[in-house]
């Protein structure tokens, strides 16, 4: 009940943005804007969008070893179906898919799958914050807030880091001992200076491309942004889909993508172009490689995949 009320709330606030963006938004410039999009930078953004993936599924493999030995391969397929069934399901779903396909095709425990799952994203929320710390001088003129923005979630990211190495390295604390225990032994990578260094700089290396990726549509609209302006829009574009919300962060994405550019000055036309088409680019065709490559499971067709995720849910 409690995270059903969290993401109805978070759906309510999504609204009420959209609603007050699409208020003073000219829609005609909106239209023309997509519309005379160049195709090519459009294409270019959305092919190194599987860089990315590609990274994910490097950063995965080094957490997973040297325990479980899982192609990367494989890691950017069950990525990508991931993914596509987020885009359909609430809550990001998807989720649960990918610690089933590891289970079940690879013999990964569900205690080890969710610990590099929470490690990654926890690592990918640190790096992403290195990334963008310098924003508020390198924005002399932006609003406190969003320095204030991205010191409590660095405070936050980097508490969390702290307190995970220190669990781990706790000697009592055993695979062999309770799901928890499990659990936390599963970050075995927070134990390996080497390993953690190498998982942190291909994370960083996702978010250039994610970075890369941004500017690219911003050029086929029509913006010219500065490196600062690209990466207070990163990081206001994914502060806004932290929260579970909508499927596939619809809504909640252009809204942070919204609240950057008017920070910086830009119209709301090009900067809406911008967020529908990185949006766009990030979900159909993603969504359809996972459907080639596991419709029945995407769609949730698989008795036996709603059976046990169902369980890994409950438990």
Request: proline share 4%; net charge positive; glycine share 8%.
């Amino acid at each position: 009940m409690r995270s059903a009320l969290i993401r109805a709330a978070a759906i309510i606030i999504v609204i009420a943005c959209l609603v007050v963006f699409a208020r003073q938004l000219h829609w005609a410039e909106l239209g023309h804007d997509l519309a005379h999009a160049r195709i090519g930078l459009l294409v270019l953004a959305g092919a190194i969008n599987y860089f990315m993936l590609l990274g994910k599924a490097v950063a995965w493999r080094i957490m997973f070893a040297p325990r479980h030995e899982v192609p990367t391969s494989r890691l950017v397929r069950y990525t990508i179906v991931a993914f596509a069934a987020s885009v359909l399901a609430p809550a990001r779903a998807g989720e649960l898919l990918r610690v089933w396909l590891l289970k079940r095709r690879d013999g990964v425990p569900t205690a080890d799958v969710a610990a590099v799952a929470i490690a990654e994203k926890l690592l990918d929320g640190v790096t992403m914050l290195i990334l963008v710390a310098p924003l508020p001088w390198l924005l002399p003129g932006l609003d406190r807030w969003v320095a204030t923005s991205i010191e409590i979630c660095a405070a936050l990211a980097l508490g969390a880091l702290v307190v995970l190495s220190i669990l781990v390295r706790r000697r009592a604390i055993t695979e062999h001992g309770s799901w928890l225990g499990r659990f936390v032994a599963g970050m075995h990578v927070l134990r390996s200076p080497s390993r953690l260094a190498a998982v942190m700089l291909v994370l960083m290396g996702v978010w250039v491309v994610d970075f890369a990726m941004i500017w690219l549509v911003a050029t086929a609209v029509g913006l010219s942004l500065t490196v600062p302006q690209g990466l207070l829009i990163l990081f206001t574009l994914n502060l806004a889909i932290t929260a579970p919300s909508t499927p596939a962060g619809v809504g909640a994405l252009e809204v942070g993508v919204l609240v950057a550019t008017r920070l910086l000055g830009i119209a709301d036309e090009p900067a809406g172009a911008l967020a529908l088409l990185y949006h766009g680019l990030q979900i159909f065709p993603l969504l359809a490689v996972g459907l080639a490559l596991e419709w029945r499971l995407v769609l949730g067709k698989d008795a036996t995949y709603e059976l046990e995720t169902a369980k890994v849910a409950a438990s």
